[in-house]
Structures are given as C-alpha cells and as structure tokens.
C-alpha cells in the first residue's frame, strides 16, 4: 500500500479570466519555472545574484506583485497550485514590468524539499493560508509544525518568516507553532505589528472596520 502523501493544500475549482489563459500561454514559458527534483540555480533563474524570498499561497499576487515592485534588490519565487492565480500574478508581472519575480505551480512542500537547499532563503511568506475554520478540517492548515520545521531550515541565519492571518484562532496556533520551533525566535512580544512592505487587503480593511483586525507574525532564524 502506498503511503499517503501530507500536502500544502487542497485543489479547488476556480473559473480563469481570458486575460489570465492569454498570460499563462504567453508568459509562463518566461517567468514559470518546471518542478524538478534538484535544488533551484536561483542565478540562472533570475539571471542574476540577489537575496531570494519564497511566497506560499499567493493567491491572486496583488501583495506578491506590490512587494516586488518595491523591493528591486531581492528576487521572489512563488508557489501556488491554482492556475487562475498564476495567471493573475503572471498578469501583474507584465503589467509592472516586473523581473524579480519567478513562479512555481506546485505543492510547496516538494518544492521545499527538492528544489530548495538548506539556508538558502533570505526570507518566507506565507499571507492569509486557508483558516479551514472547522474542528474537523484543523489537519488541513497549511501552518503545522512539520511545514514550520521544514521552511526554517530553508532559511538563512537571521532570516524572516512572515505570516499573516485575519482568522483569530488560527492567529493563536500560529504563534504557538512558530514559538515551539527552536530554530526561531520571535521578534516581537506576541504578534507583531504589522510591516510596512505588506500592503492592506481589502478583505484587512473591511475586518478592521468590524473589529476582526489580521494578525502578523516575524519570526527569525537563529
């Protein structure tokens, strides 16, 4: 019998946009990356050197598109399974010329264990995973120890992890998961206030606005 392998996450039918089918067949030959079962040459990659930041889950790239375009010094690998949402970022990477950014659509947690080597990331973020909000679904979070264990030691010596959430408890299972990993240190008292980089998602304002305030996290590699 074939042991079930854990995963990142869960497929999920989503309608694509004929703007998002027209980025995936004409840009994703220039920004996708295939999966491979070797360690990622981020120079021949990115076709150049520069600290490199994994992003997990996405989405649509609105956050992963608007960090890039400001932050020109660091190169950003994404990973996301969802077409749709590959093709929405391969959008915005055209739309801002951007050429800091690569994709990969896979499960990250191969993408983690092949394509990435130990103490290679200058950086991990991991913006609004599924809450799965039910009991009975609390498996299925992408934040559980064996994924932590796994991106810190991906990460470089005084490297960040940065997570966020807008769902309270997975806010708290957050921070006891981080908190319990010994090769991570928080950098704030609890949750941290949120970094200027990562812009405000309209789903934040309106959570705000309703007293349902996102939830970040920073954490460093020792």
């Known amino acids: ?35 491979t079962g070797r360690p990622l040459d981020a120079a021949a990659a990115f076709g150049r050197v ?39 970022l391969l959008q915005h990477i055209e ?5 800091n950014v690569r994709i990969v659509q896979h499960d990250a947690v191969a993408v983690l264990e092949q394509m990435l080597s130990p103490a290679s990331l200058a950086g991990a973020m991991v913006f609004f995973p599924d809450p799965w909000p039910k009991k009975r679904h609390h498996k299925r979070r992408l934040i559980q120890a064996p994924l932590v264990s796994l991106l810190a030691s991906r990460l470089a010596a005084g490297a960040t992890l940065h997570l966020a959430t807008d769902w309270a408890p997975y806010a708290q299972q957050m921070l006891e998961v981080l908190s ?15 970094p200027a980089y990562r812009p405000l998602t309209k789903f934040e304002r309106r959570g705000d606005r309703l007293g349902q305030p996102a939830q970040d996290l920073v954490f460093r590699r020792r």
Do not use: K, W
Request: no cysteine; charged share 20%; hydrophobic share 45%.
């Open 180 to 194: 319990a990993e010994p090769l991570l240190v928080n950098t704030a008292q609890g949750f941290a206030p949120r």
């Open 95 to 99: 739309a801002r010329r951007l050429r």
């Open 1 to 35: 019998m074939h042991e079930r392998r854990v995963r990142s996450y869960v497929l999920r039918a989503g309608r694509m946009g004929s703007g998002q089918q027209r980025a995936l067949r004409e840009l994703a030959p220039n920004y996708v990356l295939p999966f």
């Open 50 to 88: 520069a600290p490199l930041i994994l992003e997990i889950g996405f989405g649509m790239g609105d956050a992963t598109a608007a960090i890039a375009a400001a932050s020109s010094q660091l190169d950003f690998l994404g990973v996301e399974v969802h077409a749709p949402g590959v093709g929405a």
